[in-house]
T-cell receptor, first 116, second 109 residues
Framework: NAGVMQNPRHLVRRRGQEARLRCSPM?????VYWYRQLPEEGLKFMVY????????ESGMPKERFSAEFPKEGPSILRIQQVVRGDSAAYFC??????????????FGPGTRLTVL | KNEVEQSPQNLTAQEGEFITINCSYS?????LHWLQQHPGGGIVSLFM???GKKKHGRLIATINIQEKHSSLHITASHPRDSAVYIC???????????FGTGTSLTVIP
């Protein structure tokens, strides 16, 4: 029973390029959360998704960032025209559908994005 | 102002000591999580609490909803417990997580 999988584990991009981060939740989980951890800072919530639906994106920067969780396939966090300030660790977590907010979350290993 | 405050920020203990990490929050919550982040960066969810107390091995987590406070205890600490421990709360009026800045624990053999 595989845990939450994220890929790539490390991603290097030049300023202005696009970054795509993937998250495959645990089997049977239909809720996905994305978090960002900037260097020397704590975790920050970005977005909460269910299949084909964004529930809360209040933590997402207004521009250049988008997220999706399609019916089939992994959740994608997309960052367009990356800047150096986007360099961070991006964590994904999933939880099972129980209709209860704040369920136990299972974290992926993270994707470390470095923008040159 | 941070919605979640943790103390202490840094903690060094001798192997075998009993450790307590505190978390206070200012929002109404439906759940509180304790997370462990290893030196390599990986995050493990230790507990999710909405009331009372939970125990798993040498770890105990308690929450007092009225006082908006939670504690994480580690009994008989071990060097492998060295990590950053993060408190996170799930606000009950919105689908929003708030995180503490973490407590960095070092257990010395």
């Amino acid at each position: 029973n595989a845990g939450v999988m994220q890929n790539p584990r490390h991603l290097v991009r030049r300023r202005g390029q696009e970054a795509r981060l993937r998250c495959s939740p645990m089997k049977g989980h239909s809720h996905v959360y994305w978090y960002r951890q900037l260097p020397e800072e704590g975790l920050k919530f970005m977005v909460y998704l269910q299949k084909e639906n964004i529930i809360d994106e209040s933590g997402m920067p207004k521009e250049r960032f988008s997220a999706e969780f399609p019916k089939e396939g992994p959740s994608i966090l997309r960052i367009q025209q990356v800047v150096r300030g986007d360099s961070a660790a991006y964590f994904c977590a999933s939880s099972p559908f129980q209709g209860n907010l704040g369920d136990t979350q299972y974290f992926g290993p993270g994707t470390r994005l470095t923008v040159l | 102002k941070n919605e979640v405050e943790q103390s202490p920020q840094n903690l060094t203990a001798q192997e075998g000591e009993f450790i307590t990490i505190n978390c206070s929050y200012s929002v109404g919550i439906s759940a509180l999580h304790w997370l462990q982040q290893h030196p390599g960066g990986g995050i493990v969810s230790l507990f999710m609490l909405s009331s009372g107390k939970k125990k798993h091995g040498r770890l105990i987590a308690t929450i007092n909803i009225q006082e908006k406070h939670s504690s994480l205890h580690i009994t008989a600490s071990h060097p492998r417990d060295s990590a950053v421990y993060i408190c996170a709360v799930y606000e009950d009026t919105g689908n929003q997580f708030y995180f503490g800045t973490g407590t960095s624990l070092t257990v010395i053999p």
